[in-house]
């Protein structure tokens, strides 16, 4: 017999997997201190996780503006700070295994901040996958060929990004890719896997962002880490869908 894991978010009934049929999104990613993100992410506490070190003293860190269109917790927006980070069963310092989980879509990261406009979303994700979620104000344009997203909490600028097209990339369909998240709330580390089933009208391309942050405390956080003056690369997609799993919390070491 198959077991199907149900959760109760404020009154409604959530089962696993939550899928995702249709969301748009837009990424830059950075380089950042890795000592830096590594203090970041011990500070939050439970199970250690190592920042992957791309280069000599640097580590990648992603800012993405996520529409989520039609999906089994309603529509919302939200904004993640999120690091790459390596397989916690591995050896310390296997970064060419961790580029090459990157490169396959099966990589491992930590969604360190994640505000959302949604208080169901809110409750789901803090309480089924301990997602630090928190409640914010969004202005995105994910329609013209230029994306733009600007989000606030408590009356204060967190970040207000600009991302240009790139060169268009073909279809994915069917992956079997798994992406492993993990989240950090109230000293606990959890592990989500997650699935992308399909992504339609991706475009990426080398640089191309631009970056402002304000003055909450998320931005100054952003500001501890060190983030490269330009981004690294930049990707948006226009229609993908996905699906979520639930959560294993790992041990604290």
């Given at each position: 017999?198959?077991t ?22 837009f990424?830059?990613?950075?380089t ?38 039609d ?48 208080e ?9 996958w ?40 073909p279809?994915?369909?069917s ?35 631009s970056?402002?942050l304000g ?39």
């Open positions: 017999m198959t199907v894991d149900r959760y109760d978010v404020l009154g409604t009934e959530i089962t696993m997997p939550v899928r995702v049929r249709s969301a748009r999104c990424v830059a990613g950075y950042a201190d890795a000592d830096a993100v590594g203090r970041a992410i011990t500070d939050r506490g439970g199970a250690p996780l190592r920042p992957v070190r791309i280069r000599s003293g640097r580590t990648l860190c992603m800012l993405v503006f996520v529409d989520y269109i999906n089994d917790l309603g529509p919302y927006h939200e904004f993640g700070v999120c690091f790459l980070v390596e397989d916690p069963a591995s050896p310390p310092g296997s970064r060419l295994s961790a580029l090459r989980s990157l490169a396959r879509g099966d990589a491992h990261a930590l969604i360190h901040q994640l505000p959302v406009d949604g169901f979303t809110l409750a789901a994700g803090r309480g089924i301990g997602y630090p979620k928190i409640m914010a104000d969004f202005d995105v344009d994910h329609d013209g060929p230029v994306k733009h997203g600007r989000v606030s909490a408590d009356g204060q600028l967190i970040a207000d990004l600009t991302v240009k097209p790139g060169l268009p990339l279809p994915t369909v992956t079997d890719a798994v992406l492993q998240s993990y989240s950090q709330l109230d000293g606990v580390t959890r592990r989500t896997p997650w699935r992308l089933t399909s992504a339609v009208g991706s475009r990426s391309r080398i640089g191309g962002a970056l402002a003055e909450h405390p998320i931005a100054d956080e952003l500001r501890r880490l060190d983030l490269s003056r330009r981004a690294l690369m930049t990707s948006s997609v226009a229609d993908l869908s996905m699906q979520f799993e639930s959560a294993t919390a790992l041990p604290a070491q």
